[in-house]
């Protein structure tokens, strides 16, 4: 077997855990699917299922991992130097989309999603997911000046994406995908104050 068989049969059968894990978080929840759950829906033996996770956890992570690689790709890296320039990226068409598809992922997993992150979650998966958001931005948005440290900025901006898709996921999602994320990007480029003061137009 060739190296591209074997990346292609590696890449297939992750495909496969990911699927059949997702189809029974949504039929029975995210605590209640075993790990040996996922192998049987898979039709693969539990030392497959270890070859390319360590746990349940782990294969949650890479689940969001792989939407958010899609995000980084759809908005590719920026740079803001001048206020104009949040507006254009407000703006952004192609970047809009990008994060409409992040919460329609949400969406589409939020049994997984509600119970890794509510009071009785894993904090574990909380702080991954949180640090995979910081990486993520890290490679999106650059700027040559802040008025507060960088580090503290990405981390509020992941800790805010995390408590409006648990808000809205808990919530029932009485919001569309879209009018969520049009909503968050709203108040990440003109703030919170002027978001709801009326000073974003």
Request: proline share 2%.
């Given at each position: 077997?060739?190296?591209?068989?074997?990346?292609?049969?590696?890449?297939?059968?992750?495909?496969?855990?990911?699927?059949?894990?997702?189809?029974?978080?949504?039929?029975?929840?995210?605590?209640?699917?075993?790990?040996?759950?996922?192998?049987?829906?898979?039709?693969?033996?539990?030392?497959?299922?270890?070859?390319?996770?360590?746990?349940?956890?782990?294969?949650?992570?890479?689940?969001?991992?792989?939407?958010?690689?899609?995000?980084?790709?759809?908005?590719?890296?920026?740079?803001?130097?001048?206020?104009?320039?949040?507006?254009?990226?407000?703006?952004?068409?192609?970047a809009e989309a990008a994060w409409i598809g992040l919460f329609e992922h949400f969406a589409s997993n939020s049994r997984i999603y509600t119970s890794l992150l509510s009071g009785k979650g894993s904090?574990?998966?909380?702080?991954?997911?949180?640090?995979?958001?910081?990486?993520?931005?890290?490679?999106?948005?650059?700027?040559?000046?802040?008025?507060?440290?960088?580090?503290?900025?990405?981390?509020?901006?992941?800790?805010?994406?995390?408590?409006?898709?648990?808000?809205?996921?808990?919530?029932?999602?009485?919001?569309?995908?879209?009018?969520?994320?049009?909503?968050?990007?709203?108040?990440?480029?003109?703030?919170?104050?002027?978001?709801?003061?009326?000073?974003?137009?």
């Amino acid at each position: 077997m060739t190296r591209r068989q074997t990346d292609l049969r590696s890449k297939r059968t992750r495909v496969f855990i990911q699927q059949a894990f997702i189809e029974l978080a949504e039929k029975r929840g995210f605590n209640r699917v075993s790990v040996q759950d996922i192998a049987k829906q898979a039709m693969i033996n539990l030392a497959t299922f270890y070859r390319y996770y360590r746990d349940k956890y782990y294969l949650a992570e890479d689940i969001f991992k792989t939407a958010l690689r899609k995000v980084d790709t759809a908005v590719g890296p920026r740079a803001f130097y001048h206020p104009i320039d949040l507006t254009r990226a407000l703006a952004d068409k192609k970047a809009e989309a990008a994060w409409i598809g992040l919460f329609e992922h949400f969406a589409s997993n939020s049994r997984i999603y509600t119970s890794l992150l509510s009071g009785k979650g894993s904090a574990w998966f909380l702080d991954r997911m949180r640090q995979n958001l910081i990486n993520s931005f890290k490679r999106i948005y650059r700027t040559r000046q802040s008025v507060v440290p960088v580090d503290v900025a990405r981390c509020f901006f992941a800790s805010a994406t995390i408590g409006v898709a648990y808000f809205w996921l808990k919530g029932g999602m009485t919001y569309s995908a879209p009018e969520i994320a049009s909503w968050f990007r709203l108040i990440v480029y003109r703030g919170y104050m002027g978001t709801i003061s009326g000073l974003s137009s």
